[in-house]
């Protein structure tokens, strides 16, 4: 579990990244899990927005999808273990980092 401000600046992150992910679906979908396989929530934030910024686009293949689901659960279950808050308060402070 990280400290409640490494969860803000996870928050800040899943706003604010850039990354582009890899136009080659073999090496993003390689990225997207070790991103998963990491366990860091820094690293699940870069390849959340990646993915939700593609799903917009619709570029979603059915592994991005999958992995979208499985790393936006990681995200939910450590912010709100680290910022001590209930699901429903998770996805709305998740789905303003969107701007959505």
């Given at each position: 579990?990280?400290?409640?401000?490494?969860?803000?600046?996870?928050?800040?992150?899943?706003?604010?990244?850039?990354?582009?992910?890899?136009?080659?679906?073999?090496?993003?979908?390689?990225?997207?899990?070790?991103?998963?396989?990491?366990?860091?929530?820094?690293?699940?934030?870069?390849?959340?927005?990646?993915?939700?910024?593609?799903?917009?686009?619709d570029a979603l293949?059915?592994?991005?999808?999958?992995?979208?689901?499985?790393i936006g659960q990681?995200?939910?279950?450590?912010?709100?273990?680290?910022?001590?808050?209930?699901?429903?308060?998770?996805?709305?402070?998740?789905?303003?980092?969107?701007?959505?």
């Amino acid at each position: 579990m990280i400290p409640g401000k490494q969860a803000k600046e996870v928050l800040n992150i899943v706003k604010t990244w850039k990354g582009k992910p890899s136009s080659a679906w073999k090496a993003r979908s390689d990225a997207h899990q070790r991103a998963i396989d990491s366990g860091d929530p820094f690293e699940y934030a870069k390849a959340f927005r990646e993915l939700h910024v593609m799903e917009t686009e619709d570029a979603l293949r059915p592994q991005d999808s999958a992995h979208l689901n499985q790393i936006g659960q990681l995200l939910r279950e450590e912010l709100a273990r680290s910022l001590n808050k209930p699901a429903k308060q998770i996805e709305k402070l998740i789905s303003d980092a969107l701007g959505s």
